[in-house]
């Protein structure tokens, strides 16, 4: 399938569309996608050339420093209001985007069920837009699974969990997607897709679209996530996952405050597993 936005812009599947997952990949949801792709790319990929930079100069023994605030630390600024249906996140689970999988996730009585397209889902062409249709049926309370074994149906209780959505990192692409003949950034494809499909659903129902951002390293590549949410009618979670983002805590959250709801989460193991490849010649 081929899409011509415009003469500028050119967007190609570069495989089999799943038959389970049809009303996914339509004309108007790949310009969506080729548009963001267009306009974004250029920033995404020299924000991915700059980790290489950083990661050399980590390696040369260069000792990570504090960005500077500046306004930022000035005040003026405070997170956006925490949407009712998120007020409460004392347990939350996570997994990956197949059929059965989300179902019992968002039966399971958490508060959160936070669908993963990232290290939770093998990244196949077929589990990534399967897994769009599945969140989309979900979405509109529609979802059932039949195990063939058993015979036993699955299908949605009337309370269910609220629904966030994890897109890949940054530095992951999407080679079955290309835009002007590149592949399409894997991150702005799952949110793109998602947000497209959902949101005003969504919206009908009282609640938004809820985007949990994955292994931000730098201010920067926030603000790249907050230039993508263009609609600006949703809010998003994001979590922090790199020594670096966490050693510029606010900087990076400061780009996203309009749309985060709360501070970014940032575990123990997640920054102590990432020191040890970022400062590998290094005693701090």
């Avoid at 960005?67 to 996570?94: F, L, N």
């Avoid at 629904?163 to 003949?181: K, Q």
């Avoid at 497209?196 to 969504?202: A, D, Q, S, T, V």
Wanted: proline share 5%; with cysteine.
């Amino acid at each position: 399938m081929k899409i011509f936005i415009s003469p500028s812009i050119v967007v190609e599947i570069q495989a089999a569309i799943p038959p389970t997952a049809q009303s996914i990949l339509t004309e108007d949801a790949l310009r969506f996608v080729g548009l963001l792709c267009h306009k974004f790319e250029g920033r995404r990929k020299a924000l991915l050339n700059n980790r290489e930079t950083v990661a050399l100069a980590y390696d040369s023994l260069e000792v990570p420093q504090f960005q500077k605030s500046g306004k930022i630390s000035a005040g003026g600024w405070k997170c956006a209001p925490v949407p009712a249906d998120v007020a409460d996140r004392r347990v939350e689970i996570t997994g990956p985007v197949d059929r059965k999988m989300v179902i019992n996730g968002l039966n399971s009585g958490a508060s959160v069920y936070m669908a993963d397209f990232e290290d939770s889902t093998s990244p196949t062409w077929k589990n990534i837009i399967e897994g769009q249709q599945n969140l989309k049926d979900a979405v509109a309370g529609t979802i059932t699974f039949v195990n063939k074994q058993s015979g036993k149906v699955y299908r949605l209780n009337e309370e269910t969990s609220t629904l966030f959505v994890r897109p890949r990192g940054w530095h992951l692409d999407e080679a079955h997607i290309t835009v002007n003949g590149q592949s399409a950034s894997g991150s702005i494809v799952d949110f793109a897709l998602f947000f497209y499909h959902n949101i005003h659903l969504l919206m009908e129902k009282g609640t938004s679209s809820y985007f949990y951002l994955p292994k931000l390293e730098t201010s920067l590549e926030a603000r790249l996530w907050n230039d993508v949410f263009v609609a600006g009618k949703f809010h998003n979670y994001s979590i922090s996952t790199t020594a670096n983002a966490n050693r510029n805590f606010f900087n990076y959250f400061y780009y996203l405050y309009l749309h985060s709801p709360k501070l970014p989460r940032s575990a123990k193991w997640n920054y102590s597993g990432n020191c040890p490849p970022r400062n590998n010649h290094s005693s701090l």
